[in-house]
């Protein structure tokens, strides 16, 4: 059964910090690559970070350098460190395996809501 548990979220101030956590069933984790994902209200579902299994990193441009991801293989859980929060990092944040999250109606866990606001 495909299973992703994202945790982590809250309400932080802009400039604040966050770590998400999304533990994910071996027949996810072990593809090719893990990525984060968001979406705000409105929007479209992105891709925010990725990490390969073998741990090389990619991120969008609107988070690099202060967003950070990561994943213990042995826990099947990737992570995403966000410092210097911004108001427009404001979504519902999501992790699925990148190449399932291609596929139309693959399964996506519940996600976890992240509010910057003062």
């Known amino acids: 059964q495909v299973q992703l548990v994202e945790s982590g979220g809250g309400l932080v101030q802009p400039g604040g910090s966050l770590t998400l956590s999304c533990a994910a069933s071996g027949s996810i984790f072990g593809g090719y690559a893990m990525g984060w994902y968001r979406q705000a209200p409105g929007k479209q579902r992105e891709l925010v970070a990725s990490v390969t299994r073998g741990g090389t990193t990619s991120y969008e441009d609107a988070v690099k350098g202060r967003f950070t991801i990561s994943r213990d293989n042995a826990k099947n859980t990737v992570y995403l460190q966000m410092n210097s929060l911004k108001p427009e990092d404001t979504a519902v944040y999501y992790c699925?395996?990148?190449?399932?999250?291609?596929?139309?109606?693959?399964?996506w866990g519940q996600g976890t809501q992240v509010t910057v606001s003062s």
């Open positions: 699925n395996d990148l190449a399932r999250a291609m596929i139309k109606g693959t399964d």
